[in-house]
Structures are given as structure tokens and as C-alpha cells.
């Protein structure tokens, strides 16, 4: 049983950063997807972008691309997501994801999930 710990949410300025963790335990070997996405009230959620895990190649969604920026530590079983740039359209609550599926932006493709971690930019 795989479980995720997203943390590093908070409240920051527009034009502001922060980074998101995503602690993995229970069960990492092999390769697989690591996914972010993000849900703000009301809205679907929506895929931010995923890094494959054996190699670190990552894939953004176009928002994303150019502002925030995936990584991992292999070692420590850490994803990361640093998002720079941020505006207020970013706030949201942030999941990670793990996926034996790789190269995939679909939500139902993701078998485990964090609880979210909330994003909030102020304008």
C-alpha cells in the first residue's frame, strides 16, 4: 500500500514561490509516474505535469511550463514541485499521484494519492 504526504502549501504573493513535497512510502520499486495535479472549489481537477521516475524526465502542462519545475530524490523517495511565478489562477489544493502507467495526464491513471496541499496566491 502505497501512501503520499503532500506538504509545503501556503499563502504567497502573486509573482511569489513555493515548493511542494511529496513524501512516498510504502512501496516504491520499479518505474512509474509521479503526477501532480491541482483542484480549485468548484473546478475539475486538472493535471499540472508528472516526472517519470527512473529517469527524471518530466512533462509539463502548458501553464506550467517555464514556472514550475518537477524533481526527484531518489533516496529519499521525495517529489518536488517548485513553482515560481505564481498567480492568483494557481491557488488550488495540490495532490501528487503515482501511476504504474507511464506518460499519462489522466487523473483515473493514477492509483495513489495524497490528501492536497493548499496553494493560495494573493493578488
Known amino acids: 500500500q502505497v501512501q503520499l504526504v503532500e506538504s509545503g502549501g501556503g499563502l504567497v504573493q502573486a509573482g511569489g514561490s513555493l515548493r511542494l513535497s511529496c513524501a512516498a512510502s510504502?512501496?516504491?520499486?520499479?518505474?512509474?509516474?509521479m503526477g501532480w495535479f491541482r483542484q480549485a472549489p468548484g473546478k475539475e481537477r486538472e493535471f499540472v505535469g508528472f516526472?517519470?521516475?527512473?529517469?527524471?524526465?518530466?512533462y509539463y502542462v502548458d501553464y506550467a511550463k517555464g514556472r514550475f519545475t518537477i524533481s526527484r530524490d531518489n533516496a529519499k523517495n521525495m517529489v518536488y514541485l517548485q513553482m515560481n511565478s505564481l498567480k492568483p489562477e494557481d491557488t488550488a489544493v495540490y495532490y501528487c499521484?503515482?501511476?504504474?502507467?507511464?506518460?499519462?495526464?489522466?487523473?483515473?491513471?493514477?492509483?495513489?494519492w495524497g490528501q492536497g496541499t493548499q496553494v493560495t496566491v494573493s493578488s
Open positions: 499521484a503515482s501511476s504504474r502507467i507511464l506518460f499519462t495526464a489522466r487523473p483515473n491513471d493514477y492509483n495513489y
Open positions: 510504502g512501496g516504491t520499486t520499479g518505474d512509474y509516474a
Open positions: 516526472i517519470r521516475w527512473s529517469t527524471g524526465s518530466t
